[in-house]
């Protein structure tokens, strides 16, 4: 019996269903593992998270993160306790502070939301608008347009940068002299 010659569309039709299944396969199963739910925090951890909110609410930002970089030393590595010292930096008017927070969070959960948008707002209140329209097409892209991570960045980029704060050595008006 003679052997045809195949084709390369006929190994194309062959091969390709099993490349597509093995690729949908790889791409569920990776990010089945990448949304793994986070370690529990320590008991300690877990009040001091509650006393920097409460803080918070109460408008004591220092007290707040007083107790957030307590939570912190008790959990290092945990996104929430980062997330919210980096919102009570960002609050306080600290956003440099508050970015590197936000970095070391992404760093640990990249697709964190949270930890995009806060970027994207602290971005947004230092002037740096590109960037955080950078974030805030990665959200849209992650959560959707009435994702309220979303809408909560877009309102900051509208907004525009925060006031900066000038020294009074700043604002002083320097002397002239001029010969009489």
């Known amino acids: 019996m003679m052997r045809t010659k195949t084709s390369a569309k006929d190994l194309l039709m062959r091969y390709t269903p099993a490349a597509v299944a093995l690729t ?11 949304s793994q739910s ?22 004591n930002v220092d007290g707040a993160i007083d107790a957030y970089e307590s939570a912190l030393t008790v959990e290092p590595s945990s996104v929430a306790v980062l997330l919210s010292l980096a919102e009570a930096t960002r609050r306080q008017g600290m956003q440099g ?12 959960d990249p697709r964190n939301v949270t930890a995009i948008a806060g970027e994207g707002m602290a971005l ?3 002037g ?13 892209t992650l959560c959707g347009k009435s994702c309220n991570e979303t809408e909560k960045l877009a309102a900051a980029i509208a907004k525009g940068p925060a006031p900066r704060m ?9 002397p002239v ?4």
């Open 24 to 34: 949908l396969l790889a791409a569920v199963s990776s990010s089945v593992t990448h």
């Open 124 to 126: 947004a209140e230092k």
């Open 38 to 59: 986070p370690e529990p925090l320590d008991p300690r951890a877990v009040s001091l998270l509650a006393e920097g909110r409460a803080a918070l609410a109460g408008g």
């Open 166 to 174: 000038v020294t009074a050595d700043a604002a002083a008006p320097k």
């Open 177 to 180: 002299v001029s010969e009489n």
């Open 128 to 140: 740096a608008t590109e960037k955080a329209n950078r974030n805030l097409a990665r959200l849209q």
């Open 97 to 108: 502070k508050a970015l590197h927070y936000y970095r070391i969070a992404l760093n640990s």
